[in-house]
């Protein structure tokens, strides 16, 4: 039968373009874009990268009316010398190391209310063996374990559903200690002190109740379980009556036990020269005294020193006599007191025309008693002219000054470096060289130098040069900042006791100073509403739509990754009159990062600006916990570069904390807040400020948009206006946000907003891709999966009767198999269906396949049964067009790969289907044969969970689009109508099946007719494989893309499943792993390098999102295998559903580069050469066992 237009199979290949028109085309589109992108590239980096200053804004700073009662010259400062890391040598945990051995153990204690705690600890965590965390409170008659948040409001450590709260806030010390890899071991305080230093008196009711205690006691077990990292707990209560001692050792023996059954320590704050304390019984029964040696003079006494030599030394002879030595931890100071006095006065006349005889000084009144870090007393010292005076017997230092504003005296009594370097030689001579320090944050940093061996130390270099501590000295009233001073180091010169090696004078010469903040721009009944975080394309616009309506203009704080997100938005806030500040370009904590980074922070969002609105805002407001205000130097730091620029810091005085979640804020609780902060203004002037933060980005803004109608009408009914930033600091909307001059300016501002939008394209074309992948793979689930699992379990009607045996031609088409050829003829020999012809084509073999299939078979040969024919090389499509025009006579054939086994009872399977007459072809199950490493054996996964599954769903509507080479069945007539197999595609299979579906014809599957292929063994030859594969596949749609008109199911189902899921879908896929491996690494980074802002509430969201792309995934693939019927051969299937997360990451991989060298080739047009793929005739044990007892060839 000759067959119909036999010279379609001469067509022009799909794609052919011999002259290259079509690349070259595309060539110089791409050169010129890859052109103009790198131009633009190098001139936008190089602009992020070059600072551009801005106009300067300078303000007076403020002053105090100080005068000394002493002073000194106040001479150059020197430059700090670097801090030595940790002295322990040793793998052993710092607490099972036993107390006052070797050199010791070195502890300190961090409190989480002053942020310069936090800065020490970053800065000396290496030099610590031992952190006791000031984070419990049992401020409740009840034994309540309480905590403070950042608000300083109290929680309960152990909520009703017995969960354990977090109290590391945003667990910065944890992530501290773990960054800083020193061995650094932790221990949570509980205390009965409030965050106000009070203690509470009612630790006495408590303790003498031994059902608080054991409520308590419960509490902080689960507490102490709830971390690995807490290596045990420290006890501080204080201020106890002596009555509530007998409870309390008690509660320290019962707490011991506990612990120590977990493997945990206990250690025992404990005051000095106190007889109601058992110091004996309390170290029998703890781990250790920290023994308090200090307060000698405090709040509750007059001036004097705090922990004088000689009393310091005599406390711990007192105590070594009750306690051994390896139970003592000695608590040294650094710290100091404030007695606030009235000045001294004559005693003034009395009565009309009444004299005393004698005018005598009034006795000076206590005023107050303030605590001081020394960062503190040295400012105060350089502000007042003041000199410190090391007091001969108690060599404690000490400052007085008088503030002439105020008509008050200022006694300032403190611990230094020097008293700390006296104290430990002190010890170290009984024997004790463990210490712990009086706390982090308020030291003298020139202790860190002599800290680990106070002996060898030598004082005269090692603590003459004193650098600032962390606090800063903040002047003025108002929100915006404005860095007056750098710090600088202070100098100081002793005199050592050649005796006792003790320091017995000092003199700083010139005093550390630390950064100098003056504030500006309150106006006790002007407010400002600005916006941080944004612009949200959600919320932003809602909150303009409210602003409007109540003709209020804000400041808008914008981070410049969401503002080019979100261009539109943005450029409505500057169209409607707000103001603009930037807000970095992705809201790190500039603190924590390198200068170099924080220009390009700047510098990003700046040029945004300068693009998208032709501006420059001079408005900053800096990320995080410093927006407010800056606590510590090391905030104040990055400010001062900042200001540098040119830009005018802005703080928030007025924190709405509209972003909180647990529990969320309602809008009258918001405004309530409001009121309340502004009414406290009147008792503290520094906290005084005209800016209220609200947040219009970074989550959902609800509560937000509902209380700003509340807020703005509330507010002005108390008598307040509203007014924008520039108005506060006196200047012009156009001054504070200066359009951009210049033509050179001009252009840059257009290669940025160039670069810009290349930017935001590709962040939405990633999250579309994340979206649109999920939701693809979703619906592949839903609705392939159900349209797989209906045709699993219906029942297709049966046309053929017990006498349908018609005769089958089985094609098998051969170049260069003479490994395999034999074995394949001896599978579809033993087929349970025996009506057969079997026809070998060899396709110009440069071996002997033909001869090998010969000399195997000859008897069957002889009889008719099996045709071996060779002609000349011309490929695949070919080979078969001449067997059909020339051998094959029967009205059904199967096409079988020459590599390829087949069961027993595959084509028995396959053909009763064609007893339908609407029947064109028939899929079998190919499945991979050659399972011998784990590239076949994720091939073998692939089979089961692409091909197969898609094949179930098609069939369902009868419209399979590819019947495999591996093993399908045809109807001759319907082939020879459509013109055999076409040469213009090398994927002849699926093009055919196509021809015939255009036919009007059904192609379905049969998923019981098994055949095993050899698959490529390695990455090469699967690309090899592939690379033919995707190409034809191409070819075929294109070619039959009129098809979508022609047949509904085609046009609707099969086809876009083809381009969605394996052309687009791993296209894209790979930038969905990168995006993800990106961002993991990024977070790496943070966490690694700081640890203290690192954020890890983005990755989370990202990895949820991933992780529901790899489960929907891995559902799909698991179904896919539940699909599948049971057969011998394809036992242990199952195992290879566990290769799925190792193939997500790896094979995956390989057909998305297969597939952009498919688009390239596409593209430039060259012809395509059929790719042969060298034969190992390996097979699976399952599959040679199929092929076991065969009879041998005759």
Same mark, same amino acid.
């Given at each position: 039968?000759?067959?119909?237009?036999?010279?379609?199979?001469?067509?022009?290949?799909?794609?052919?373009?011999?002259?290259?028109?079509?690349?070259?085309?595309?060539?110089?589109?791409?050169?010129?874009?890859?052109?103009?992108?790198?131009?633009?590239?190098?001139?936008?980096?190089?602009?992020?990268?070059?600072?551009?200053?801005?106009?300067?804004?300078?303000?007076?700073?403020?002053?105090?009316?100080?005068?000394?009662?002493?002073?000194?010259?106040?001479?150059?400062?020197?430059?700090?010398?670097?801090?030595?890391?940790?002295?322990?040598?040793?793998?052993?945990?710092?607490?099972?190391?036993?107390?006052?051995?070797?050199?010791?153990?070195?502890?300190?204690?961090?409190?989480?209310?002053?942020?310069?705690?936090?800065?020490?600890?970053?800065?000396?965590?290496?030099?610590?063996?031992?952190?006791?965390?000031?984070?419990?409170?049992?401020?409740?008659?009840?034994?309540?374990?309480?905590?403070?948040?950042?608000?300083?409001?109290?929680?309960?450590?152990?909520?009703?559903?017995?969960?354990?709260?977090?109290?590391?806030?945003?667990?910065?010390?944890?992530?501290?200690?773990?960054?800083?890899?020193?061995?650094?071991?932790?221990?949570?305080?509980?205390?009965?002190?409030?965050?106000?230093?009070?203690?509470?008196?009612?630790?006495?009711?408590?303790?003498?109740?031994?059902?608080?205690?054991?409520?308590?006691?419960?509490?902080?077990?689960?507490?102490?379980?709830?971390?690995?990292?807490?290596?045990?707990?420290?006890?501080?209560?204080?201020?106890?009556?002596?009555?509530?001692?007998?409870?309390?050792?008690?509660?320290?023996?019962?707490?011991?036990?506990?612990?120590?059954?977990?493997?945990?320590?206990?250690?025992?704050?404990?005051?000095?020269?106190?007889?109601?304390?058992?110091?004996?019984?309390?170290?029998?029964?703890?781990?250790?005294?920290?023994?308090?040696?200090?307060?000698?003079?405090?709040?509750?006494?007059?001036?004097?020193?705090?922990?004088?030599?000689?009393?310091?030394?005599?406390?711990?002879?007192?105590?070594?006599?009750?306690?051994?030595?390896?139970?003592?931890?000695?608590?040294?100071?650094?710290?100091?007191?404030?007695?606030?006095?009235?000045?001294?006065?004559?005693?003034?006349?009395?009565?009309?025309?009444?004299?005393?005889?004698?005018?005598?000084?009034?006795?000076?009144?206590?005023?107050?008693?303030?605590?001081?870090?020394?960062?503190?007393?040295?400012?105060?010292?350089?502000?007042?002219?003041?000199?410190?005076?090391?007091?001969?017997?108690?060599?404690?230092?000490?400052?007085?000054?008088?503030?002439?504003?105020?008509?008050?005296?200022?006694?300032?009594?403190?611990?230094?470096?020097?008293?700390?370097?006296?104290?430990?030689?002190?010890?170290?001579?009984?024997?004790?060289?463990?210490?712990?320090?009086?706390?982090?944050?308020?030291?003298?940093?020139?202790?860190?130098?002599?800290?680990?061996?106070?002996?060898?130390?030598?004082?005269?270099?090692?603590?003459?040069?004193?650098?600032?501590?962390?606090?800063?000295?903040?002047?003025?009233?108002?929100?915006?900042?404005?860095?007056?001073?750098?710090?600088?180091?202070?100098?100081?010169?002793?005199?050592?006791?050649?005796?006792?090696?003790?320091?017995?004078?000092?003199?700083?010469?010139?005093?550390?100073?630390?950064?100098?903040?003056?504030?500006?721009?309150?106006?006790?009944?002007?407010?400002?509403?600005?916006?941080?975080?944004?612009?949200?394309?959600?919320?932003?616009?809602?909150?303009?739509?409210?602003?409007?309506?109540?003709?209020?203009?804000?400041?808008?704080?914008?981070?410049?990754?969401?503002?080019?997100?979100?261009?539109?938005?943005?450029?409505?806030?500057?169209?409607?009159?707000?103001?603009?500040?930037?807000?970095?370009?992705?809201?790190?904590?500039?603190?924590?990062?390198?200068?170099?980074?924080?220009?390009?922070?700047?510098?990003?969002?700046?040029?945004?600006?300068?693009?998208?609105?032709?501006?420059?805002?001079?408005?900053?407001?800096?990320?995080?916990?410093?927006?407010?205000?800056?606590?510590?130097?090391?905030?104040?730091?990055?400010?001062?570069?900042?200001?540098?620029?040119?830009?005018?810091?802005?703080?928030?005085?007025?924190?709405?904390?509209?972003?909180?979640?647990?529990?969320?804020?309602?809008?009258?609780?918001?405004?309530?807040?409001?009121?309340?902060?502004?009414?406290?203004?009147?008792?503290?002037?520094?906290?005084?400020?005209?800016?209220?933060?609200?947040?219009?980005?970074?989550?959902?803004?609800?509560?937000?948009?509902?209380?700003?109608?509340?807020?703005?009408?509330?507010?002005?009914?108390?008598?307040?206006?509203?007014?924008?930033?520039?108005?506060?600091?006196?200047?012009?909307?156009?001054?504070?946000?200066?359009?951009?001059?210049?033509?050179?300016?001009?252009?840059?501002?257009?290669?940025?907003?160039?670069?810009?939008?290349?930017?935001?394209?590709?962040?939405?074309?990633?999250?579309?891709?994340?979206?649109?992948?999920?939701?693809?793979?979703?619906?592949?689930?839903?609705?392939?999966?159900?349209?797989?699992?209906?045709?699993?379990?219906?029942?297709?009607?049966?046309?053929?009767?017990?006498?349908?045996?018609?005769?089958?031609?089985?094609?098998?088409?051969?170049?260069?198999?003479?490994?395999?050829?034999?074995?394949?003829?001896?599978?579809?020999?033993?087929?349970?269906?025996?009506?057969?012809?079997?026809?070998?084509?060899?396709?110009?073999?440069?071996?002997?396949?033909?001869?090998?299939?010969?000399?195997?078979?000859?008897?069957?040969?002889?009889?008719?049964?099996?045709?071996?024919?060779?002609?000349?090389?011309?490929?695949?499509?070919?080979?078969?067009?001449?067997?059909?025009?020339?051998?094959?006579?029967?009205?059904?054939?199967?096409?079988?790969?020459?590599?390829?086994?087949?069961?027993?009872?595959?084509?028995?399977?396959?053909?009763?289907?064609?007893?339908?007459?609407?029947?064109?072809?028939?899929?079998?199950?190919?499945?991979?044969?050659?399972?011998?490493?784990?590239?076949?054996?994720?091939?073998?996964?692939?089979?089961?969970?692409?091909?197969?599954?898609?094949?179930?769903?098609?069939?369902?509507?009868?419209?399979?689009?590819?019947?495999?080479?591996?093993?399908?069945?045809?109807?001759?007539?319907?082939?020879?109508?459509?013109?055999?197999?076409?040469?213009?595609?090398?994927?002849?299979?699926?093009?055919?099946?196509?021809?015939?579906?255009?036919?009007?014809?059904?192609?379905?599957?049969?998923?019981?007719?098994?055949?095993?292929?050899?698959?490529?063994?390695?990455?090469?030859?699967?690309?090899?494989?592939?690379?033919?594969?995707?190409?034809?596949?191409?070819?075929?749609?294109?070619?039959?893309?009129?098809?979508?008109?022609?047949?509904?199911?085609?046009?609707?189902?099969?086809?876009?499943?083809?381009?969605? @899921?394996?052309? +687009? /879908?791993?296209?894209?896929?790979?930038?969905?792993?990168?995006? =993800?491996? %990106? *961002?993991? !690494?990024? #977070? $790496?980074?943070?966490?690694?390098?700081?640890?203290?802002?690192?954020?890890?509430?983005? @990755?989370?969201? +990202? /990895?949820?999102?991933?992780?529901?792309?790899?489960?929907?995934? =891995?559902? %799909? *693939?698991? !179904?896919? #295998? $539940?699909?599948?019927?049971?057969?011998?051969?394809?036992?242990?299937?199952?195992?290879?559903?566990?290769?799925?997360?190792?193939?997500?990451?790896?094979?995956?991989?390989?057909?998305?580069?297969?597939?952009?060298?498919?688009?390239?080739?596409?593209?430039?047009?060259?012809?395509?050469?059929?790719?042969?793929?060298?034969?190992?005739?390996?097979?699976?044990?399952?599959?040679?066992?199929?092929?076991?007892?065969?009879?041998?060839?005759?």
């Amino acid at each position: 039968m000759d067959m119909a237009e036999p010279g379609t199979r001469e067509q022009k290949p799909i794609f052919l373009d011999e002259k290259r028109r079509r690349w070259k085309r595309l060539r110089r589109v791409l050169d010129i874009s890859a052109a103009v992108g790198l131009l633009t590239f190098i001139v936008f980096v190089l602009g992020v990268l070059r600072m551009r200053p801005l106009p300067e804004l300078l303000l007076a700073p403020a002053k105090h009316n100080y005068r000394a009662q002493n002073s000194r010259n106040i001479l150059s400062d020197d430059k700090a010398k670097k801090v030595r890391s940790a002295h322990r040598k040793t793998d052993r945990k710092a607490s099972d190391i036993p107390l006052n051995s070797d050199e010791g153990l070195r502890a300190a204690f961090y409190v989480d209310w002053d942020p310069a705690s936090y800065s020490s600890l970053k800065a000396h965590a290496k030099q610590l063996d031992m952190v006791f965390a000031d984070w419990l409170h049992v401020l409740t008659p009840d034994g309540k374990l309480q905590a403070y948040n950042s608000e300083f409001r109290t929680f309960n450590v152990i909520d009703r559903s017995g969960a354990v709260n977090n109290v590391d806030i945003d667990h910065k010390v944890e992530r501290t200690l773990t960054a800083a890899a020193a061995g650094t071991e932790l221990f949570p305080m509980v205390s009965n002190s409030a965050v106000n230093a009070d203690f509470s008196d009612t630790v006495g009711p408590f303790l003498e109740s031994p059902t608080a205690r054991q409520h308590f006691l419960d509490q902080l077990m689960r507490f102490v379980a709830s971390n690995p990292h807490y290596r045990g707990i420290s006890f501080d209560f204080e201020s106890m009556p002596a009555e509530a001692q007998p409870g309390y050792r008690q509660l320290i023996n019962d707490a011991f036990i506990a612990l120590h059954m977990r493997g945990l320590k206990l250690y025992i704050n404990t005051p000095v020269a106190d007889d109601d304390w058992d110091l004996k019984y309390m170290a029998a029964h703890s781990d250790g005294l920290l023994l308090m040696n200090y307060d000698q003079h405090q709040s509750e006494s007059e001036a004097g020193p705090i922990a004088a030599q000689d009393w310091f030394v005599k406390n711990l002879q007192d105590v070594l006599k009750q306690v051994p030595k390896d139970k003592i931890i000695v608590d040294i100071g650094s710290y100091g007191y404030d007695w606030v006095t009235t000045l001294p006065s004559a005693e003034q006349p009395t009565g009309k025309g009444k004299r005393t005889k004698k005018a005598t000084p009034a006795k000076p009144k206590l005023v107050r008693v303030e605590n001081k870090s020394l960062q503190e007393v040295w400012q105060t010292a350089s502000d007042s002219g003041s000199y410190v005076d090391l007091d001969d017997a108690s060599l404690n230092p000490h400052i007085t000054y008088d503030d002439e504003d105020q008509h008050q005296r200022h006694q300032v009594w403190f611990l230094d470096g020097v008293t700390i370097l006296n104290e430990m030689r002190a010890a170290r001579r009984m024997g004790l060289q463990t210490f712990s320090l009086w706390r982090l944050g308020s030291e003298d940093q020139s202790l860190w130098k002599i800290w680990d061996q106070p002996i060898k130390a030598n004082p005269l270099t090692d603590l003459a040069d004193v650098a600032p501590g962390y606090d800063l000295d903040i002047e003025g009233m108002g929100d915006i900042m404005h860095v007056s001073g750098k710090p600088k180091n202070g100098h100081r010169t002793m005199t050592i006791d050649d005796d006792s090696k003790l320091v017995d004078s000092e003199t700083l010469t010139s005093y550390p100073l630390s950064y100098s903040v003056d504030y500006f721009g309150y106006h006790p009944k002007k407010l400002v509403i600005s916006f941080d975080d944004g612009p949200d394309p959600v919320w932003t616009p809602r909150i303009l739509d409210v602003l409007n309506k109540y003709g209020v203009k804000g400041v808008f704080f914008m981070i410049g990754e969401e503002a080019d997100n979100s261009v539109g938005v943005m450029q409505r806030v500057y169209r409607e009159g707000h103001e603009i500040g930037n807000h970095t370009f992705t809201h790190p904590d500039i603190s924590a990062i390198s200068n170099r980074e924080v220009d390009v922070q700047m510098n990003l969002t700046e040029r945004l600006f300068a693009a998208k609105l032709g501006v420059q805002p001079l408005f900053f407001r800096p990320p995080y916990d410093i927006d407010e205000e800056p606590d510590t130097n090391d905030q104040a730091a990055p400010m001062e570069r900042v200001q540098a620029r040119g830009y005018i810091v802005v703080g928030n005085k007025i924190d709405t904390n509209d972003w909180q979640e647990n529990p969320k804020k309602t809008p009258q609780e918001i405004v309530d807040s409001v009121l309340k902060q502004l009414d406290a203004m009147k008792e503290r002037p520094d906290k005084a400020g005209s800016i209220i933060l609200m947040h219009d980005g970074g989550g959902d803004r609800s509560v937000t948009v509902a209380t700003l109608p509340l807020l703005i009408t509330t507010m002005r009914q108390h008598g307040y206006e509203f007014v924008t930033v520039a108005d506060l600091v006196g200047k012009s909307r156009e001054q504070v946000m200066p359009p951009i001059k210049g033509w050179r300016n001009k252009f840059l501002a257009q290669v940025d907003s160039l670069a810009f939008f290349g930017l935001a394209t590709f962040n939405h074309f990633v999250v579309a891709v994340f979206f649109i992948g999920d939701i693809l793979m979703s619906g592949r689930l839903i609705i392939i999966g159900l349209f797989a699992i209906i045709d699993r379990f219906r029942r297709r009607k049966n046309y053929a009767g017990p006498d349908y045996q018609p005769r089958v031609a089985v094609l098998i088409p051969a170049y260069n198999e003479e490994k395999v050829i034999v074995r394949t003829i001896r599978s579809v020999m033993m087929s349970t269906y025996k009506n057969l012809h079997i026809i070998v084509i060899d396709d110009g073999s440069k071996d002997l396949t033909a001869e090998v299939a010969r000399e195997a078979y000859p008897e069957d040969i002889a009889s008719g049964r099996l045709t071996v024919v060779k002609k000349e090389n011309a490929g695949k499509a070919e080979a078969l067009n001449y067997a059909l025009q020339n051998y094959v006579h029967e009205e059904i054939y199967v096409g079988i790969d020459a590599d390829t086994v087949i069961a027993h009872d595959a084509i028995a399977r396959l053909v009763p289907h064609f007893a339908n007459p609407q029947i064109g072809a028939v899929a079998g199950n190919a499945k991979v044969g050659n399972r011998v490493n784990l590239w076949t054996r994720w091939q073998a996964l692939e089979y089961i969970t692409s091909q197969n599954f898609e094949r179930r769903a098609l069939d369902l509507f009868d419209v399979v689009v590819v019947v495999p080479g591996a093993i399908g069945a045809w109807r001759t007539e319907a082939v020879h109508k459509g013109g055999g197999y076409h040469s213009n595609t090398v994927a002849e299979d699926a093009d055919l099946t196509m021809i015939l579906l255009e036919q009007g014809l059904s192609v379905i599957y049969e998923d019981r007719a098994l055949a095993f292929t050899e698959a490529p063994i390695n990455m090469n030859g699967l690309m090899r494989q592939r690379f033919r594969w995707s190409f034809g596949i191409m070819q075929a749609v294109f070619k039959h893309i009129g098809a979508v008109t022609k047949r509904r199911a085609m046009g609707l189902f099969a086809l876009p499943n083809i381009i969605i @899921f394996q052309i +687009l /879908l791993p296209l894209v896929s790979p930038l969905i792993d990168l995006m =993800f491996v %990106a *961002s993991f !690494l990024k #977070f $790496l980074y943070d966490h690694h390098f700081h640890p203290e802002s690192a954020s890890s509430a983005s @990755f989370v969201k +990202l /990895l949820y999102f991933f992780l529901a792309f790899m489960v929907i995934d =891995f559902s %799909a *693939s698991a !179904l896919a #295998f $539940l699909l599948e019927r049971k057969h011998p051969a394809s036992k242990g299937d199952m195992w290879l559903l566990m290769h799925i997360w190792i193939q997500r990451f790896t094979y995956r991989q390989v057909f998305s580069v297969v597939l952009f060298k498919t688009i390239k080739r596409v593209i430039d047009g060259r012809p395509f050469s059929w790719d042969k793929l060298e034969r190992t005739a390996q097979m699976s044990k399952s599959t040679d066992q199929m092929l076991n007892g065969t009879p041998s060839p005759k």
